[in-house]
């Protein structure tokens, strides 16, 4: 499930744990918890964002108590694991936006240019070995 499904029908999906991952937009620490505005992208195999990926909408990813804006800095890629809570109106610029809301069971903040620094998967090699 993506956050566009989850806009389209909150009640179907309210419970649901998932496994979803972007880039940061905004964080806001209220009094009990902290708010942090996410772009959806794809995860890949080892659960990474997909920034070079089209966007799957945005989500609003809720975490107790206070966590510090800078390491959940503008910019930065994050993966959450967490139940769907339903929706909150917020606003994208001047246009009204449903946002799926997600309440955090962990979360992996990904250091900048990570995405650069993935290691090919594919290996050729000539060798022999002796049993």
């Known amino acids: 499930v993506v956050a566009s499904d989850v806009q389209q029908d909150p009640e179907a999906f309210r419970g649901a744990e998932v496994v979803w991952g972007g880039r940061i937009v905004a964080v806001e620490n ?30 609003m990813l809720v975490l107790p108590g206070f966590v510090e804006p800078l390491d959940y800095a503008a910019g930065r890629h994050l993966t959450v694991h967490g139940a769907l809570a339903g ?45």
């Open 30 to 59: 209220r009094a009990e918890t902290t708010e942090v505005e996410v772009v959806a992208y794809p995860l890949d195999r080892d659960q990474q964002p997909m920034p070079e990926e089209p966007s799957q909408g945005r989500f």
């Open 87 to 131: 929706t909150q109106v917020g606003h994208v610029q001047e246009r009204s936006y449903l946002y799926p809301v997600v309440r955090a069971i962990d979360v992996s903040i990904w250091p900048w240019g990570f995405m650069f620094d993935k290691k090919p998967r594919v290996s050729i090699g000539i060798g022999a070995s002796i049993h």
